[in-house]
């Protein structure tokens, strides 16, 4: 077998079973907030908040089971992840209150909160180190087709048909998932023991957090802020600016982009190195951001939606793998976990904060806000990448 092949049955069957948990997510992330509003007339920080919620499971989900796969092995984990997101996928229609449907958006995250960290630890340890930028740029496509085609399903399902219809297309995809799971048959399982001991004791408590994977993971925490008032208002600003129609087309045009533009920038990583990539990548979300706040037709708010593909769609995919760079065997699956706890934490906190500025602010110039952000993040990796030079990737 040769050890420089990405594109083995396990690597694809793991990539489809994170992009179908990623699908629910963005699913319903995009709609459940206008969801919330309609069905319990919530403020849009409260909306917020049941959206962001979701992504406050995840993270303390992470925060558990980063050091916990290196124990009992990253598809032990999956399995038991799978079956908490069917459970939560189930009970969405028995969540009559807000209280209910806040306390099972908590559950469903932290079901997607262990089942992805075990598929992005188990795809790591399955690629040859030479390729991991490429392959985790392949892999993470499953991730970032998902903020795509998501919410396009999900705006469309919304203003189509009943929410009961959006949340038993979410159930079938989480059985799907655990379906698939039981073709995925040489998945990477526990480390030995003195392995083990090692990366849990090497940092702080049971190893939570891998230092060299920090430095990338705070720019991740201000371009996840960022996007997550893209992801959790782009419907409530449609509405304001009477751009409804083009708003349900404007994830589809971020997935076109970012198809166009990943298969070549994860080699570029690989080639180039991480600025080459990160630069120009948040660069060009600042943009993206900057268009979307002052669109005042269709044609400009699709545009805004291919511009932040190729900039936030990228910058992801590109941070997942920058985040691995250097780091031993034993230590990638905190390393993993690492990364996606900076994410989610401006994912799920990021919508309830930027709720409350709404109101006084408006989305208009919320935009421009979270564009400074951005820029904010742009140098923060400037800064990083002088002070800390790291190795591209690890050699076989």
């Not at 449907?101 to 908590?106: P, T, V």
């Not at 994860?266 to 990548?281: C, E, I, R």
């Not at 699709?302 to 920058?322: D, E, K, P, R, T």
């Not at 401006?346 to 904060?353: D, M, N």
Request: with cysteine; hydrophobic share 55%; aromatic share 14%.
């Amino acid at each position: 077998m040769n050890n420089k092949k990405i594109w083995t049955k396990d690597f694809i069957v793991t990539s489809v079973i994170n992009f179908f948990l990623m699908l629910v997510m963005y699913l319903l992330i995009v709609t459940i907030a206008p969801y919330a509003v309609k069905e319990y007339d919530v403020s849009t920080s409260v909306a917020g908040l049941v959206s962001g919620i979701f992504i406050i499971g995840t993270l303390i989900a992470r925060l558990a089971v980063g050091g916990l796969i290196e124990k009992v092995g990253s598809r032990n984990i999956l399995l038991i992840g799978l079956l908490v997101t069917v459970l939560a996928s189930v009970f969405y229609f028995a969540a009559v209150n807000l209280p209910l449907l806040m306390a099972n958006r908590f559950f469903h995250g932290v079901g997607l909160g262990i089942s992805s960290t075990a598929t992005g630890t188990m795809v790591a340890q399955m690629l040859p180190p030479s390729r991991r930028g490429e392959g985790i740029g392949y892999f993470s496509l499953s991730t970032v087709l998902a903020t795509a085609v998501g919410p396009f399903f999900g705006i469309f399902l919304s203003q189509h048909y009943h929410f009961n219809i959006l949340f038993m297309f979410c159930l079938v995809l989480s059985i799907s998932c655990a379906a698939m799971f039981f073709f995925v048959e040489k998945a990477p399982t526990a480390m030995p023991r003195k392995n083990v001991q090692t990366a849990t004791k090497k940092f702080g408590v049971h190893g939570l957090l891998e230092v060299q994977a920090l430095p990338i993971a705070f720019v991740t925490l201000l371009a996840a802020i960022a996007y997550s008032g893209v992801l959790s208002f782009i419907s409530f600003y449609a509405e304001e600016i009477n751009l409804v129609s083009a708003a349900s087309f404007f994830f589809l045009v971020y997935a076109i982009a970012v198809l166009i533009s990943r298969p070549y920038t994860g080699k570029l990583l690989d080639v180039k190195g991480n600025k080459f990539v990160v630069y120009p990548s948040l660069i060009l979300f600042a943009g993206g951001l900057l268009l979307l706040s002052g669109a005042n037709a269709g044609w400009m708010l699709l545009l805004a939606g291919g511009v932040l593909g190729l900039g936030f769609g990228n910058f992801q995919s590109c941070a997942q793998a920058i985040a691995l760079q250097g780091v031993k065997p034993e230590r990638l699956g905190v390393a993993t976990s690492t990364f996606f706890i900076f994410l989610d934490f401006g994912f799920g906190f990021g919508p309830y904060v930027l709720g409350l500025l709404v109101p006084i602010i408006g989305y208009q110039h919320l935009y421009l806000v979270l564009m400074v952000i951005v820029l904010i993040a742009l140098g923060l990796f400037m800064l990083f990448s002088r002070t800390r030079q790291r190795p591209i990737v690890e050699q076989d």
